[in-house]
Nanobody, 122 residues
Framework: QVQLVESGGGLVQAGGSLRLSCAASGRTFSNAVMVWFRQAPGKEREFVAR????????YYADSVKGRFTVSRDNAKNTLYLQMNSLKPEDTAVYYCAARGMYSPNPDDYTYWGQGTQVTVSS
């Protein structure tokens, strides 16, 4: 079992920044692919960013590329998402998820955090 707890969400004006954290406990965190997804009201959950187990390889959705940075600290069992230049369309509940191998399909993930709300006002 892996337990994931997100934090760091909030209300911010367009152009502002937030840093999300996802603290993991339970099974070995360092061997898992960690992924950020988000879900806006009325929309399907979508991929945002992911980070390899060593944190050396990162991938982003086109919509956030250049503005968001994903990283992880395996010593702290924590995944991060630094979000800069936020836009109103970034408003969503942000979730972290863990899996042995990456899949773009949220339905393939067993371990999820409870989510943290990010609201960007215009």
């Amino acid at each position: 079992q892996v337990q994931l707890v997100e934090s760091g969400g909030g209300l911010v004006q367009a152009g502002g920044s937030l840093r999300l954290s996802c603290a993991a406990s339970g099974r070995t965190f360092s061997n898992a692919v960690m992924v950020w997804f988000r879900q806006a009201p009325g929309k399907e959950r979508e991929f945002v960013a992911r980070c390899s187990w060593a944190g050396t390889m990162t991938y982003y959705a086109d919509s956030v590329k250049g503005r968001f940075t994903v990283s992880r600290d395996n010593a702290k069992n924590t995944l991060y998402l630094q979000m800069n230049s936020l836009k109103p369309e970034d408003t969503a509940v942000y979730y972290c998820a863990a899996r042995g191998m990456y899949s773009p399909n949220p339905d393939d993930y067993t371990y999820w955090g409870q989510g943290t709300q990010v609201t960007v006002s215009s």
